[in-house]
């Protein structure tokens, strides 16, 4: 991403400070069909034409809906367990009269506990992340464990940070609803941080 060639570094280094060419090699070692079914499980929903996806798919290579991503997401901050999303989880009348209830769970386990709470312990690594990121970025909050990656595509085109603590994941993307480039400073931390940094501080 900023064209330097670091060398051989740790998976820990690699996840924490978004490094494309180990990403890469991750998902080669790991295989895309694989890396599919488990992408499914944890709630991404736009996978289904195989054939398109490649090793790009760890470098923004497919389309991924927000909302499906935050619960992915979740799913880490879960311990590994899936519970389904809703727009509206319950309405009720003034006189309490339920009108529509989406409240009932059914959870499923998708990842090892271990796992989840692995990629959790490397994801909220300020240190880990900091070679890259800085020590203050808007990913670190002083006190509190809390885990986000950072994602950008090609030409600056679209910016995330997706996070979580143990009671909550919140994403934001940011960029043109025309597709066009942001301007070289719409990398996922700069453009799409500080809102998620603000609202993660108040929840």
């Known amino acids: 991403y900023d064209g330097r ?4 570094v740790t998976m820990r280094q690699g996840l924490a400070q978004s490094l494309n060419v180990p990403s890469v090699k991750t998902l080669y070692l790991a295989g895309v069909s694989d890396t599919l079914d488990l992408a499914e499980k944890m709630g ?6 195989r054939s398109r996806f490649g090793l790009s798919l760890v470098l923004g290579g497919a389309e991924v809906k927000p909302v499906d991503l935050v619960s ?22 003034a006189d309490g009269t339920v009108l529509e209830d989406n ?10 506990s271990q796992i989840a709470r692995l ?14 990121f800085g020590y203050s970025s808007s990913l670190y909050f002083p006190g509190k464990s809390i885990a986000a990656k950072t994602g950008t595509t090609q ?3 679209d910016a995330w940070v997706i996070g979580y ?4 994941a919140a994403g934001v993307w940011v960029g043109n609803n025309r597709q066009e480039s942001m301007t070289e400073k719409g990398a996922g931390i ?3 941080g500080p809102m998620w940094h603000e609202f993660m501080a108040k929840a």
């Open 155 to 157: 030409e600056n085109r």
């Open 190 to 192: 700069s453009a799409a």
């Open 119 to 132: 990629v959790s312990d490397v994801l909220s690594d300020n240190s880990a992340r900091a070679p890259v």
């Open 5 to 8: 060639f670091r060398g051989p």
């Open 72 to 93: 992915a997401y979740g799913v880490f901050a879960n311990d590994g367990v899936k519970n389904p999303w809703h727009f509206i989880k319950k309405i009720e009348s």
């Open 44 to 49: 991404i929903t736009t996978l289904q034409d």
């Open 165 to 168: 603590s143990p009671s909550i």
């Open 103 to 112: 409240s009932a769970s059914d959870p499923k386990r998708v990842l090892d």
